[in-house]
């Protein structure tokens, strides 16, 4: 996995447009009316990481190539939507495409804004945008299912799939999302065609206010709507105020309204932990880089995501803590301090890991 893509839903005029310029420092429309989103707008982020820099230091100031996180802002959704309301149809097939969704769910009341439903409810908000998600699942698998359940009787094989696939619809039959059930979406995950909407991982990022932000009883209740799943509290207007300054200005400001970090480093950050990610680097003279794979990866796996004939052709990898190779200065100097390792096709990868690859052409 080189990338990830995350779809930025909701329903209109909750701030998904203004938060989206806000993290990708884009310019796209944000009006105050529904559906000023039609084509899904998309933006490439690079994910934040110091190491990179202090390394290509290292190297001569070598090019960075950061790992980068794809944010396409997807139009409004409206009740009905499953059965083409408003921009319906559009819009689910846009889900279809991304690893994650973040559903981002008005908290604020601001009477300049208006609200498709007149005014924000969390929760009726969340319902209405999950019963559409939920429709659309079902209206999937009862088009599939009949077909599978035939073709079962002629193909021993296909026994599990429609198995999980009859359970995932008796869920979606209560109203429930099939992200309500954990250990039934890893078992959907096996079948990545099918592209079920609500069996993807979630984000809700609760768009608040500046007041909001600093009101931490009333945070935990919004994120109760919502638990398990994680849950972020960012403010699109502060994250707006913050393009465009320096690192000096932008820790002060943040720390103004008692936050530490960034909401796109917040959302990077449980993007990566709610899919199971986590990267490795490579240095050298040529470039500093940063790459994304999944947790638990080995290393003829990490070594794929640079190239397939790297993994076909494994023999070993270099190994290196970033942590040993900063206090070393240099590899060299690291190597004969003893903190290199050379580790086989069973090395599982390590988030810290700088790494160069030997393998057969």
């Not at 994910?47 to 944010?71: C, E, H, Q």
């Not at 198995?163 to 992200?179: H, M, Q």
Request: glycine share 6%.
């Amino acid at each position: 996995m080189s990338s990830i893509s995350c779809g930025i839903v909701g329903l209109p005029n909750v701030g998904k447009s203004t938060l989206f310029n806000a993290l990708t420092d884009n310019n796209v429309l944000a009006a105050n009316y529904p559906f000023a989103t039609i084509e899904p707008n998309t933006g490439v982020v690079a994910v934040p990481d110091a190491r990179l820099g202090r390394l290509s230091k290292m190297y001569n100031n070598a090019p960075v190539k950061p790992a980068i996180v794809t944010f396409v802002d997807i139009a409004g959704l409206v009740a009905g939507a499953s059965k083409g309301e408003g921009l319906g149809n559009l819009f689910l097939s846009h889900i279809r495409n991304t690893n994650a969704v973040i559903h981002v769910v008005r908290s604020f009341a601001d009477p300049d804004v208006q609200h498709v439903d007149s005014a924000p409810d969390p929760l009726r908000d969340i319902e209405i945008v999950n019963t559409e998600l939920v429709l659309a699942d079902l209206q999937t698998l009862n088009s599939r299912l009949p077909k599978l359940e035939k073709e079962a009787k002629a193909n021993p094989k296909l026994v599990p799939l429609v198995a999980v696939l009859e359970e995932a619809r008796s869920i979606l039959d209560t109203g429930k999302p099939l992200f309500s059930a954990p250990d039934l979406t890893s078992r959907i995950g096996e079948y990545k065609e099918l592209q079920l909407l609500t069996a993807k991982p979630i984000i809700y990022v609760f768009n608040v206010d500046e007041i909001q932000l600093g009101n931490s009883s009333q945070l935990e209740e919004l994120k109760k709507l919502v638990r398990p799943a994680p849950a972020l509290y960012i403010c699109a207007k502060l994250e707006d105020q913050l393009r465009g300054l320096d690192e000096d200005d932008r820790l002060e400001l943040l720390a103004s309204y008692e936050q530490s970090e960034s909401g796109l480093m917040q959302l990077i950050k449980t993007a990566y932990n709610t899919l199971g990610l986590q990267s490795f680097l490579t240095a050298g003279a040529t470039e500093v880089r940063a790459w994304t794979i999944p947790a638990g990866a080995t290393a003829p796996q990490a070594a794929g995501v640079i190239h397939s004939d790297f993994q076909h052709g494994f023999i070993a990898a270099e190994v290196v803590d970033y942590e040993d190779l900063i206090k070393a200065g240099s590899l060299p100097a690291a190597r004969a301090a003893g903190k290199v390792r050379t580790e086989g096709k069973t090395y599982i990868m390590q988030p810290n890991d700088v790494v160069e690859f030997r393998f057969n052409t």
